[in-house]
Each structure stands twice: as C-alpha cells, then as structure tokens.
T-cell receptor, first 117, second 111 residues
Framework: DTGVSQNPRHKITKRGQNVTFRCDPISEHNRLYWYRQTLGQGPEFLTYFQNEAQLEKSRLLSDRFSAERPKGSFSTLEIQRTEQGDSAMYLC???????????????FGSGTQLSVL | GQQLNQSPQSMFIQEGEDVSMNCTSSSIFNTWLWYKQEPGEGPVLLIALYKAGELTSNGRLTAQFGITRKDSFLNISASIPSDVGIYFCAGPTSGTYKYIFGTGTRLKVLA
C-alpha cells in the first residue's frame, strides 16, 4: 500500500514536553498538508508545502509549532512546550499538483492522536 | 473568511433508506471534495467535483456540483450499516491550495 503514512498513531505526553510527528506522503505527490482536528469538528488547516517550500501557514500555527519538509518528501510537525489545548488529531494529506488548473485530490493519512496530560 | 456549512448536522436513518446532505459556501468554489471519516481514522476521499453542474457517482454515492458554484450535494442510495460515519465536504479557498472543510454530517444507520 502506498498511501499517506503517519507516525506515531498515538502520542501521550506531559504538558511542557516537545513532540514530533512524521508524515510520508504518496511518493509522487508534491503537495503536503497538515491539518488539526478536534472532537466533533472538521479538519482545520495548519500549513502546506509545495515540494520543500512552505507556502502558507494558518494563524492556528503558533510559534510553538514548526513544520518542515527538507527534501520535498516526508514532513515533520513539531510542537514545543505542549499545552493541554494541543490535544487533537493531527492529520497529514498529500496531493499531486501540477498547475493551478489541475484536478487536485487530497489523500489523508490515518492521523496522529495527541493527548497532552 | 470563507466557511462551509453542512446540513443536516446529523441523521438517523433506517437501513435501505436514501440519504441526502448538502454543503454551502459563502463564496464560489472551483472544486468540491467529499470525504467520509470513521472514528480514529483520517478522512477517506469519496468523490471529487470540478465543474459547475457536474454529477458524479461512486457506487451508491452520487454528488453534484451546484450551478451557482456555492453549493454541493451528496446522496447515498439504499444505505447500509457500514455507511455510518461523518461526511465532510471540502474545497480550496480562493486563489490558494488551502482546502477548508465543512462542519460535517454525522450519519447513523439503524439496521
């Protein structure tokens, strides 16, 4: 299976600790997205990359959050000094974007469920 | 900012019934994506729509891109218990590749 892969699936941490999540997109996909989802809500956009360039960041992405995609392949999302309000499902998605008019589809991974105690 | 509103918020239906749900936007969209999400999993893409008036089917699912480009509809025919989940619509905000999601329609199917 060559779908979007996220690790770990679950992460429990204590408030104040740093956590890092990894996303491996579908291999030929050049766009990679991070979303956050809390219980009962739809996914909220955090940021996206085209190849290695981070093109847009949401205001939800405070300075404690940082995302990288160093070689345009996998991506990491790090949260520093976690707070209880960071508890959520963190979802990664990827797509094959060629130009503005391409028929784009976003494919999601299974997510990383973060619980901050 | 742009928002996507879905209705109904939740539905309880009997197995075998047809289901209709919709998604409306405050502004024009050029793409509509419909997803299903089950507990503890990521959203799974069901149908993608790219043209106003387009009608696309995927098995028992049919989705339509509204003529005004501000809405989209998803229908499920002859529902079965495994249709249970949350259905989300999504589309790219104007001039970007940032996809926003609707509020979701929670579907429960009673056998």
């Amino acid at each position: 299976d060559t779908g979007v892969s996220q690790n770990p699936r679950h992460k429990i941490t204590k408030r104040g600790q740093n956590v890092t999540f990894r996303c491996d997109p579908i291999s030929e996909h050049n766009r990679l997205y991070w979303y956050r989802q809390t219980l009962g809500q739809g996914p909220e956009f955090l940021t996206y990359f085209q190849n290695e360039a981070q093109l847009e960041k949401s205001r939800l992405l405070s300075d404690r959050f940082s995302a990288e995609r160093p070689k345009g392949s996998f991506s990491t999302l790090e949260i520093q000094r976690t707070e209880q309000g960071d508890s959520a499902m963190y979802l990664c998605a990827s797509s094959l974007g060629i130009d503005r008019d391409v028929l784009e589809k976003l494919f999601f991974g299974s997510g990383t469920q973060l619980s901050v105690l | 900012g742009q928002q996507l509103n879905q209705s109904p918020q939740s539905m309880f239906i009997q197995e075998g019934e047809d289901v209709s749900m919709n998604c409306t936007s405050s502004s024009i969209f050029n793409t509509w994506l419909w997803y299903k999400q089950e507990p503890g999993e990521g959203p799974v893409l069901l149908i993608a729509l790219y043209k106003a008036g387009e009608l696309t089917s995927n098995g028992r699912l049919t989705a339509q891109f509204g003529i005004t480009r501000k809405d989209s509809f998803l229908n499920i025919s002859a529902s079965i218990p495994s249709d249970v989940g949350i259905y989300f619509c999504a589309g790219p905000t104007s001039g970007t590749y940032k996809y926003i999601f609707g509020t979701g329609t929670r579907l429960k199917v009673l056998a």
